[in-house]
C-alpha cells in the first residue's frame, strides 16, 4: 500500500512539474515579464520528486510540503487582486483536496479543503457585494470542495476496510503457514529416530537368512510410533481440539521403555522409574510420549555416557502432577536453561557418542504442551545432570482412561 502511495505522489508532482514547466515555456513564447514564479515552483516540485526518490520514507512530510508548494502556486495565480473576481485559480483549487485522497491521507484533504475555502472567503472579503453571477459560481465551488472533502473522508474509510481485510487475510495466511512449518517440523523431527531404528532393523534383516522375532518386533513397534507421531502432529497442526483422557502415570513410563528399548540398548543405559508412577495426568498419551517426552528423552539419552541410568519420576503438587526426566550428563548450557522452556530455539551439541540434532527437541516438546494445558521447565541437577519436567494438569482417579 505505501509502495502505491508512492508511485501516486510521484505522478502528481511530476504532472505539477511539467505543468509549471509549460506555463514557464508558455511565458518565454507568449512574451512579457520572465515567470520567475512559475519557474521557482516547477524547481521545487522537481526538488521534492528527487528528495522523494532519494529517500522513500520521507513521503509523509514531503507529501505535506508538496501541498504548500500546490497552495503558494495557487495563491500566485490570484495576486495581484483584478476587478475580474471569478479566475482560473479559484476552478483549480479545489482539485488540491483530491491530491490528499490520491494519497490516502485524511489530513492532507482536511488541510486542502480549510485552505481552500479560506482563498474563496478571502475573495468574497476583497469583493463584497459580489454580483449575483459571482456569488454562485464562488458558491458552488465551495460546495464543490466540501463535496471533494466528503469525498476524500469517504475513501479513507474504504481504504482502511481495504487494509483492514488485507492485513486479516494476511493474518490468516500467517497462521496457516505457521502451522504447516510447525506440522512439518514436527513431524521431520519426530520421525528420524523411529525411522533410524527402522532402517537398523532392514539391515540386520539382510545379515540373516532368517528374521528374529526381535527384529520383527522392532519393525512393528517403530511402524507404529512413526504412524502415531503423523497422526499426533496433525492433531497438533490442526485447530480442532486434541482429545484429553486419564493418563496413569504408570502407562507413560511402559510407553517409554517400549518406544525407546532399542536407543536404551544401543548405549547400555537404563531407564528407571523412581517415583510418582501412582499418579495420573490428563493429557493424549500418543502426542506426550512421541512429541513431548520422546524429545525430553531423546536429549537425555544423546547426553548421557555408555552404560548410565536415566531416572523417570512424577510429584503431584496441588492440580498439577511434574514428570521430570533426569540424566547425569554434562547439564545445560546457559543458553538453554534460558531459552528452551520458553521453546525458543538454541544451538545444537554433539552428543556423548558423537551423535547429532536439530536444536528442535525442547522447542517441539514445548510447542505441543501447549495444546495440552501444559508447560515445560528446564534445570541443572545440583548432584550433576540435566532434568526436564512437564508439567500437566492432574486427573482424578477413576476417571475416563484413553481407549
Given at each position: 500500500m505505501r509502495r502505491a502511495q508512492l508511485r501516486t505522489f510521484r505522478l502528481v508532482v511530476s504532472i505539477g512539474a511539467a505543468g509549471l514547466l509549460a506555463m514557464v515555456l508558455r511565458g518565454i513564447v507568449v512574451g512579457g515579464p520572465f515567470p520567475w514564479d512559475d519557474l521557482a515552483n516547477a524547481v521545487s516540485f522537481l526538488a521534492i520528486l528527487i528528495l522523494v526518490t532519494w529517500e522513500p520514507g520521507w513521503l509523509r512530510a514531503l507529501s505535506w510540503l508538496g501541498l504548500a508548494a500546490l497552495f503558494v502556486n495557487a495563491v500566485d495565480g490570484l495576486v495581484p487582486a483584478t476587478v475580474e473576481v471569478i479566475r482560473p485559480a479559484h476552478v483549480l483549487v479545489p482539485l488540491l483536496v483530491l491530491y490528499g485522497a490520491l494519497l490516502g491521507d485524511l489530513w492532507l484533504s482536511l488541510a486542502a479543503m480549510i485552505g481552500v475555502l479560506g482563498i474563496y472567503a478571502f475573495t468574497w472579503l476583497e469583493h463584497r457585494p459580489l454580483l449575483r453571477t459571482d456569488l454562485f459560481i464562488l458558491t458552488n465551488l465551495?460546495?464543490?470542495?466540501?463535496?471533494?472533502?466528503?469525498?476524500?473522508?469517504?475513501?479513507?474509510?474504504?481504504?482502511?476496510?481495504?487494509?483492514?481485510?488485507?492485513?486479516?487475510?494476511?493474518?490468516?495466511?500467517?497462521k496457516e503457514l505457521d502451522t504447516r512449518l510447525r506440522l512439518n517440523a514436527i513431524i521431520f523431527h519426530d520421525i528420524r529416530n523411529p525411522l533410524g531404528a527402522l532402517m537398523a532393523a532392514a539391515e540386520l534383516a539382510k545379515a540373516k537368512p532368517r528374521a528374529e522375532p526381535e527384529d520383527l518386533e522392532t519393525v512393528d513397534v517403530m511402524s507404529k510410533?512413526?504412524?502415531?507421531?503423523?497422526?499426533?502432529?496433525?492433531?497438533?497442526?490442526?485447530?480442532?481440539?486434541?482429545?484429553?483422557?486419564?493418563?496413569?502415570?504408570?502407562?507413560?513410563?511402559?510407553?517409554?521403555?517400549?518406544?525407546?528399548?532399542?536407543?536404551?540398548?544401543?548405549?547400555?543405559?537404563?531407564?528407571?522409574?523412581?517415583?510418582?508412577?501412582?499418579?495420573?495426568?490428563?493429557?493424549?498419551?500418543?502426542?506426550?510420549?512421541?512429541?513431548?517426552?520422546?524429545?525430553?528423552?531423546?536429549?537425555?539419552?544423546?547426553?548421557?555416557?555408555?552404560?548410565?541410568?536415566?531416572?523417570?519420576?512424577?510429584?503431584?503438587?496441588?492440580?498439577?502432577?511434574?514428570?521430570?526426566?533426569?540424566?547425569?550428563?554434562?547439564?545445560?548450557?546457559?543458553?538453554?536453561?534460558?531459552?528452551?522452556?520458553?521453546?525458543?530455539?538454541?544451538?545444537?551439541?554433539?552428543?556423548?557418542?558423537?551423535?547429532?540434532?536439530?536444536?528442535?527437541?525442547?522447542?517441539?516438546?514445548?510447542?505441543?504442551?501447549?495444546?495440552?494445558?501444559?508447560?515445560?521447565?528446564?534445570?541443572?541437577?545440583?548432584?550433576?545432570?540435566?532434568?526436564?519436567?512437564?508439567?500437566?494438569?492432574?486427573?482424578?482417579?477413576?476417571?475416563?482412561?484413553?481407549?
Open positions: 465551495s460546495l464543490a470542495t466540501v463535496a471533494s472533502g466528503l469525498a476524500a473522508f469517504g475513501v479513507r474509510i474504504q481504504h482502511r476496510r481495504f487494509t483492514e481485510t488485507l492485513r486479516m487475510q494476511a493474518e490468516d495466511l500467517r510410533r512413526i504412524r502415531a507421531i503423523i497422526n499426533s502432529a496433525h492433531e497438533i497442526g490442526s485447530d480442532v481440539e486434541i482429545g484429553l483422557a486419564s493418563v496413569p502415570v504408570a502407562s507413560v513410563w511402559e510407553r517409554l521403555q517400549i518406544l525407546f528399548s532399542g536407543r536404551l540398548a544401543a548405549k547400555d543405559q537404563k531407564l528407571v522409574p523412581t517415583e510418582g508412577a501412582e499418579h495420573q495426568v490428563r493429557t493424549n498419551l500418543e502426542v506426550l510420549c512421541n512429541s513431548v517426552l520422546g524429545n525430553v528423552l531423546d536429549n537425555a539419552i544423546k547426553f548421557s555416557s555408555r552404560g548410565a541410568v536415566i531416572q523417570l519420576a512424577a510429584e503431584a503438587a496441588g492440580a498439577e502432577v511434574r514428570l521430570e526426566i533426569r540424566d547425569r550428563g554434562p547439564g545445560f548450557p546457559a543458553i538453554v536453561l534460558h531459552r528452551g522452556e520458553r521453546g525458543r530455539r538454541y544451538p545444537s551439541s554433539i552428543g556423548t557418542e558423537g551423535e547429532t540434532g536439530s536444536a528442535h527437541g525442547l522447542r517441539i516438546a514445548a510447542l505441543c504442551l501447549q495444546r495440552l494445558d501444559g508447560r515445560l521447565e528446564v534445570r541443572n541437577r545440583d548432584t550433576g545432570g540435566a532434568a526436564v519436567a512437564v508439567v500437566l494438569p492432574r486427573a482424578e482417579a477413576g476417571a475416563s482412561r484413553p481407549a
